[in-house]
C-alpha cells in the first residue's frame, strides 16, 4: 500500500464546496472520490483543508492510498483524463505510510483577489472581487498588522464550534497589475484557519479600505470575540487557497 500526496488546482465556481457533503451536491472532495477507483485507488481522499462553494485553489493537497502498481509520476495523467474540466491534479509524490494531509500541514496560504476599476469585468467575475471606489491602502495595511500573531478569530468566523485560537503568521496587502487591470491582493498564511476566517477578515479590511470603520476596531473584535462586531464576510470568487507546507521528513516514502 503507497500513500499518495497530490497537489490540486480547480475552478469552486461550479462546486458546493470542497468537502463531501449530501448525495446530490456536487465538491470538490466527491469528484476526486468519484474517479480514485478507476486507477486502483481506495476511494477516499483527504485534504489540507476546507473551500467553500465559489472559492478556488492552485494546489490544494489531498493524500489517498494505492495498492496499485501505476507509477507515480503516471498519476497526474491518469486521474485527469477522468477529472472535468474545472478539476485537475498538477503533481503527485509518494509520501510516508503515515503522511495525514490536513494534521500533518505547518502552515496554509490564502489569497483574495480585489479588482480596482471603474466597471466590472464579465471575465473576472468569478475570479475576482469588483470594487468600484478607491481603497485607503495605509488604513488597511495598519489594519492588517493587527491580524498578525496568535489570536483568538471567532469573531471573524461562521458556524464554528472549534477553540478559536490561532497563530496568523503573515498578513500584508499587495498592488499589482492584474489581467484586468489594478488589483489589490491580500495574502494570508497561518498555522490553520477557522471557517470563515478568511473571509471575514477580507470583509472588515473592505470596510476599514472604504473608511466605514478605523482600523483600530480590529483590536476590539480580536478581544470580544464578537462576529456581530466585524464587518460581513467578503464574497467567495476573490478567493484562492494558494498552498500548505509539510515537515520534510513526512514527505519521504521510507
Do not use: C
Request: charged fraction near 25%; avoid cysteine; aromatic fraction near 8%.
Amino acid at each position: 500500500m503507497r500513500r499518495i500526496l497530490i497537489l490540486t488546482e480547480y475552478d469552486g465556481t461550479h462546486f458546493a464546496g470542497l468537502q463531501r457533503q449530501r448525495p446530490g451536491l456536487r465538491t470538490v472532495q466527491g469528484e476526486l472520490e468519484r474517479v480514485l477507483p478507476e486507477i486502483g485507488a481506495l476511494p477516499q481522499a483527504v485534504a489540507a483543508g476546507r473551500t467553500d462553494a465559489g472559492v478556488h485553489a492552485l494546489a490544494m493537497p489531498f493524500h489517498f492510498d494505492l495498492p496499485s502498481r501505476i507509477p507515480t509520476e503516471k498519476i497526474p495523467e491518469a486521474l485527469n483524463r477522468l477529472l472535468p474540466e474545472d478539476l485537475k491534479v498538477v503533481a503527485a509524490k509518494e509520501v510516508a505510510p503515515g503522511f495525514h494531509a490536513r494534521k500533518d500541514a505547518l502552515w496554509r496560504a490564502y489569497r483574495y483577489r480585489i479588482l480596482l476599476r471603474p466597471h466590472p469585468s464579465p471575465l473576472l467575475r468569478h475570479r475576482a472581487l469588483w470594487v468600484r471606489h478607491p481603497l485607503d491602502q495605509a488604513a488597511m495595511r495598519e489594519a492588517l498588522s493587527l491580524l498578525k500573531g496568535r489570536h483568538n478569530f471567532l469573531g471573524f468566523a461562521k458556524a464554528e464550534v472549534r477553540e478559536g485560537e490561532r497563530e496568523l503568521y503573515e498578513a500584508r496587502l499587495e498592488e499589482v497589475e492584474g489581467e484586468g487591470g489594478r488589483e489589490l491582493r491580500l495574502y494570508f498564511r497561518g498555522q490553520s484557519f477557522l471557517r470563515g476566517q478568511v473571509r471575514g477578515m477580507v470583509g472588515t479590511l473592505l470596510e476599514v479600505g472604504l473608511g466605514r470603520r478605523n482600523p483600530d476596531s480590529l483590536r476590539l473584535i480580536l478581544q470580544t470575540q464578537d462576529r456581530s462586531q466585524a464587518g460581513p464576510s467578503a464574497p467567495p470568487q476573490g478567493l484562492y487557497f494558494l498552498e500548505a507546507a509539510y515537515p520534510p521528513e513526512k514527505l519521504t516514502p521510507w
